[in-house]
Structure formats: structure tokens, C-alpha cells
């Protein structure tokens, strides 16, 4: 009896001690929750694309790391993005008025439709477009971004 006992309790701290390093070695991850604010229409819809470094930002529609969109139903909306690892992550959104998910800009590249950046960046034609170190947030926890959409250039 007592031997059986022995493989009993061995077996069972084998079992535990394995499923432990299982949940130790599972790396963590993150949600990003982004909340654009002052969308100006009630039609369409608002297209997120995070990047989790500079290649691309914030105008490429391939180098993002997640991207959607979200049909507008008010003056603001909410996308989650799940599954991020931790590091630091820029947001560019646009609010898409003809359906090709990209923003379009005139001759001169200045933005015919909203658009917004994490961090709500000055965005003007002395500045540029912003550059994705001013733009990132570090996200090693569940963390929620405001963004304000912007339908023209600042001064």
C-alpha cells in the first residue's frame, strides 16, 4: 500500500510541476484598446493599423502588425486588438469615406480625409508626417489609446 501511495504523490508533483512550467514559459501578451473620438461622420467607417516599429509608418497598408476597421456609428469608436506582444506600438486611423481602407491625399499630399496618430502628434506642413518614435506607446499591459481624429492639417 505505502508504495502505491509513493507513485501516487509522484506522479501528481510530476503532473503539477509540468503544468507550472507550461504557465511560466506561456509568454504574455496584450490587448490594445483604441478609442477614436470627434469623428465628424456618421457614415463609413474608421481603419486602424498598428505598427510595432518605423518600417512603414504610418502610411503603408503591409507593414502594420494588425490592422481594422469599425463601422462609424456616432461621434466615436472602439477597436480592440488582442494578442500584442510586449514592446512599443504606434496607431495610425483613418476615417475611410469611400471604402479603400487607405488615406487619400491631394497633389501635394496634404489629407483629403480624417485621419488621426497615437499620441495626437502636431501634424502640419512644417512638421511632417510624424515619425513613429514620437507616435509609440509601451504596451506590456492591457492599455487603452485616445486618438482624436483630425479632417485638415494643423496650423
Do not use: W
Not at 504557465?23 to 478609442?35: F, G, K, Y
Not at 490592422?67 to 486611423?93: E, H, M, Q, R, W
Not at 476615417?95 to 499630399?109: A, E, H, P, V
Request: hydrophobic share 40%.
Amino acid at each position: 500500500m505505502l508504495k502505491i501511495s509513493q507513485i501516487h504523490h509522484f506522479l501528481f508533483a510530476t503532473l503539477m510541476s509540468l503544468s507550472l512550467a507550461e504557465t511560466v514559459n506561456a509568454e504574455q501578451t496584450a490587448t490594445l484598446t483604441i478609442a477614436v473620438n470627434g469623428i465628424r461622420h456618421q457614415k463609413g467607417e474608421i481603419c486602424f493599423r498598428v505598427f510595432a516599429n518605423e518600417r512603414g509608418f504610418p502610411l503603408s497598408d503591409t507593414s502594420e502588425v494588425q490592422s481594422g476597421c469599425a463601422k462609424i456609428t456616432g461621434n466615436s469608436v472602439k477597436k480592440v486588438f488582442s494578442g500584442l506582444k510586449p514592446g512599443a506600438y504606434a496607431v495610425a486611423v483613418v476615417d475611410d469615406q469611400n471604402g479603400d481602407r487607405k488615406l487619400n491625399t491631394d497633389f501635394f499630399g496634404i489629407p483629403q480625409e480624417g485621419f488621426g496618430i497615437s499620441k495626437n502628434p502636431t501634424v502640419s506642413i512644417q512638421t511632417g508626417t510624424p515619425k513613429f518614435r514620437d507616435a509609440s506607446v509601451a504596451v506590456s499591459k492591457n492599455t487603452t489609446l485616445n486618438i482624436v481624429m483630425k479632417y485638415s492639417l494643423d496650423p
